[in-house]
T-cell receptor, first 113, second 111 residues
Framework: QQQVKQSPQSLIVQKGGIPIINCAYE??????FPWYQQFPGKGPALLIA?????SEKKEGRFTISFNKSAKQFSLHIMDSQPGDSATYFC????????????FGQGTRLTINP | DVKVTQSSRYLVKRTGEKVFLECVQD?????MFWYRQDPGLGLRLIYF???????EKGDIPEGYSVSREKKERFSLILESASTNQTSMYLC??????????FGPGTRLTVT
């Protein structure tokens, strides 16, 4: 019940395309859903996060869509650029307590020029 | 900007050695975490600490211990390093808004 399942494992998109990465969770107590971006040789960096009281959140070219009934959320990258090539992780946690994040397995995204 | 630093970027140790990985944050965060990252497995929580001298096991604590003597510093200890502990180790601290800030990672190789 603690798992977060992420797909696909890898994704190749042409510049300007809209890559979509999906995550599914089981624990209905989760109420915080962040996405992290990691470049080679660096630690993950918080990209965008959403809470279940909204169905969509946009920050620049990045959008999270959230479907509470399906227990799924996804990351969309509009007008993707080669500089967006990185590994993306979704995660989920409960607000109470130690805020432990449960991470998805990661998606290696490549944007071809 | 929050800064989380880790003592080494790359480390090579021999089987059986005691290994110390140090993490320091500069934002007075109470919660700190240690993860290991392996291809295809994502980030897995080893230990976390929610206050000085307070710690809890994560999902994969076996073979590891931690120390938090000061609020800004959280250390991960491999008591007797083994080859299956070769991995990328990531430290994070958490803000009051639940945002986890990661350090750059330590790539540990145990031979």
């Amino acid at each position: 019940q603690q798992q977060v399942k992420q797909s696909p494992q890898s994704l190749i998109v042409q510049k300007g395309g809209i890559p979509i990465i999906n995550c599914a969770y089981e624990n209905t107590a989760f109420d915080y859903f962040p996405w992290y971006q990691q470049f080679p040789g660096k630690g993950p960096a918080l990209l965008i996060a959403i809470r279940p009281d909204v169905s969509e959140k946009k920050e620049g070219r990045f959008t999270i869509s959230f479907n509470k009934s399906a227990k799924q959320f996804s990351l969309h990258i509009m007008d993707s650029q080669p500089g967006d090539s990185a590994t993306y992780f979704c995660a989920a946690s409960k607000s109470q307590g130690a805020q432990k994040l449960v991470f998805g397995q990661g998606t290696r995204l490549t944007i071809n020029p | 900007d929050v800064k989380v630093t880790q003592s080494s970027r790359y480390l090579v140790k021999r089987t059986g050695e005691k290994v110390f990985l140090e993490c320091v944050q500069d934002m007075d965060h109470e919660n700190m975490f240690w993860y290991r990252q392996d291809p295809g497995l994502g980030l897995r929580l080893i230990y976390f600490s929610y206050d000085v001298k307070m710690k809890e096991k994560g999902d994969i604590p076996e073979g590891y211990s931690v120390s938090r003597e000061k609020k800004e510093r959280f250390s991960l200890i491999l008591e007797s390093a083994s080859t299956n502990q070769t991995s990328m180790y990531l430290c994070a601290s958490v803000s009051l808004l639940y945002e986890q800030y990661f350090g750059p990672g330590t790539r540990l190789t145990v031979t």
